[in-house]
């Protein structure tokens, strides 16, 4: 099944460190390296981490990604108001002839 | 800089199309990887499909079956995506966004979106 599994929420107070999953088949996540993207209130998506743990030039490295079998991590270290955005995975899928996006957390800056 | 700029928002009926437009710059027209992307409210993104020109014929997610089209101009550096047959459900904001390096490589590049409603 090509589906990308992300907790719907999550939430941290500033400073602190949140982890938000991404889990998938092995097909998927199993066989290709995951993306992440941040995604604020009424904007496009943007990179925030690629091919599992690269940051994007002007990222800070307050944010970072692993992935192991099928099962990938973003962190957000030292959280700051700013960081409140939906955050998604994406993982190349054969079968759609592009990248499978999961359905995305929503952070909370307490 | 690679940009991205797209058309306006967009109102349809049921059952109508809509075309909409996807003007870029900052990178080799011919090996520029555009794909659709779309995301209904509260959703996450759902890929439509890709098209590099110089490779021929785009590839769709066959979410789409022969609903979807993607074209390129190249005189003016811009690419279209047509959406036949619309429904209530492909109310949805509608981005072009170009990949880093190859075909499979992360989107990196996204344009502002247009927003297609169906009603």
């Known amino acids: 099944q090509s589906v990308l599994t992300q907790p719907p929420s999550a939430s941290g107070a500033p400073g602190q460190r949140v982890i938000i999953s991404c889990s998938g088949s092995s097909s998927i996540l199993g066989s290709n390296s995951v993306n992440w993207y941040q995604q604020l209130p009424g904007t496009a998506p943007k990179l925030l981490i690629s091919?599992?743990?690269q940051r994007p030039s002007g990222v800070p490295d307050r944010f970072s990604g692993s992935r192991s079998g099928t099962s990938a991590s973003l962190v957000i270290s030292g959280l700051q108001s700013d960081d409140e955005a939906d955050y998604y995975c994406?993982?190349?899928?054969?079968?759609?002839?592009?990248?499978?996006f999961g359905g995305g957390t929503k952070l909370t800056v307490l | 800089q690679v940009q991205l700029i797209q058309s306006g928002p967009e109102v349809r009926q049921p059952g109508s199309s809509v075309r909409l437009s996807c003007k870029v710059s900052g990178s080799t027209f011919k090996t520029f990887t555009v794909f659709w992307v779309r995301q209904a409210p509260g959703h996450g993104p759902e890929i439509m499909g890709g098209?590099?020109?110089?490779?021929?014929?785009?590839n769709f997610a066959p979410t789409f079956p022969d609903r979807v089209s993607i074209t390129a101009d190249e005189s003016t550096f811009t690419f279209y995506m047509e959406l036949t047959d619309l429904k209530i459900e492909d109310t949805a904001i509608y981005y072009c966004a170009k990949a880093a390096v190859g075909y499979s490589s992360p989107i990196a590049f996204w344009g502002p979106g247009t927003l297609v409603t169906v009603s």
């Open positions: 091919n599992d743990n």
């Open positions: 098209f590099v020109p110089v490779m021929g014929p785009a």
């Open positions: 994406a993982s190349w899928a054969v079968t759609l002839g592009g990248p499978l």
